[in-house]
């Protein structure tokens, strides 16, 4: 029983019309989701610019407010001021779309992201799947926007996005039926309870490849191939201004937001915790996935593009194949109260493969493969 | 309320198929394509089938359209489309006789309605179904197996001597 529910009961008590019953909850539910979303991103866009330029060896932001914290309400002013500029070879209606469809399926995904224990607003059956597909709308959204400008630099960036999310895609969902196999379910809220032993734990290597694939999705940096600003300018929203690229901007840090939000459900045990109220576990471990990346932003230099392709067909699908195979000959034959040598036998096999292929992957020493 | 979400969906399945058809840009035609896959996963879900509905966004929506944008990107003077060749005519009365074919079918026939409420929840009793022991695994497997070998038949054809 989530909360909207109990929500929908109370209100027909208290003998409201059907559709009031069915729609107040989900209007209700829908805007406070939109509200902590946007919230959280403003925090995250002020804590990856100081942890960015920590990592720099310098201050970042610190003007605005205290710690800066106000820099990115100055920055959403500054776009929303800029003026806004559609080119003249552009198809213009497919440039005006392009930004809704890149925004809306990632607020979309929030619905079934668990917050706290009943915190959620859809328990679908179908949960994880259900998150794979409505992501899997926003690469569209990407392409019409690099088609619509009528941009070489954009048009290139559309190419990679292709590229890049259909390859990835295959490896996330099967460490994800990983998952499923353990817990038998597809529910975001099952999947949450039935962790006792974190799956990053049970786990490792699907983690591993779920949270490089995710990263790979949510275009981050190594991946962020699309973006490439030292290539291809700004890649697919080159040619977009103002509000619009406002909702690209807010796209990019809302898509981590899902992504962390949906590996702290799957490989983080979601919300559960000792002491601390549920809500605030979530959003701690939430801050801690998008550290991770913001870390990893910093760290690591751009994917070529034979090298993106490369590793995810010849590295992370063999691994995500065995990692499946390995997960499902352990569920049908170790006892679910022996988990705990379930842990160990993974972390051993985690480690040999991940050493083994990558004495075994090589991409023809430096030389670009076509 | 469904049938009103169900009017609405088919009015828009049925807009952006017409829009499929007429717009000459094949770019907005292959948009107008999703749109009409999203309508159909709406109705699925109208139809308490939720799975189906989430695959139907996966596949169509995910996998299909963006295969068909990367067929049109090969493609000259897409804006444009194709002009229309000699053969219209004759073209026109050979899918409008199978659109009076499959309207006639679609109208005489008896659909049998089932009785029984929806399942709560649909993926085990779909999985139980397609690999189960009374259920349709050896066809899965023939379906994979005949997947998997036009995959390597068009590696094999494409491939650079």
Redesign the interface.
Known sequence: MTLLDQFQLILKSQNWPDWAVYLVPALVGIIIIISVVLTVVIVYIWWERRLISRFQIRLGPNRCGPEGIFQPIATAVKILLKEDIVPEKADKLIHFIAPITVFVPILLIFAVVPFGEGAILADLNVGIVYVIAISSISVIGIFMAAWASGNKYSFISGMRSIAQMVSYEIPVVLSIVGIALVVGSFSMLKIVEAQNIPFILLQPLGFLIFFLGSLAEMNRSPFDLLEADSEIVAGYHIEYSGMKFAMFYLGEYGVALAYAGIITTLFLSGWQGPLLPPVIWFLIKVMMVFSVIVWIRSTLPRFRVDQLTAFAWKFMLPLAVINLVLIAIEVLVIPANLQWTMVLINFGFAAVLILLWSKLFTLGGGRVEV | ?PELVFLLMAAVAVVSALGVLVVR?I??AA?CL?VLFMTVAGVYVLLHA??IA??Q??VY???I??LI??AI?LTRDA?QGQPLGNLKYVAGAVAFLLLAVIVYSVITTAFTLSESAPL????KPLGKLLFGDPGYLLTVQIAAVLLLSAILGAIAVIREK
């Not at chain 2, 709560?120 to 993926?123: D, I, K, P, S």
């Open positions: 309320m840009d770019f907005r948009l999703i939720d799975f989430v695959v966004v996966l929506v995910g996998a359209s963006v944008i990367v990107m804006r709560e929840e649909t993926v």
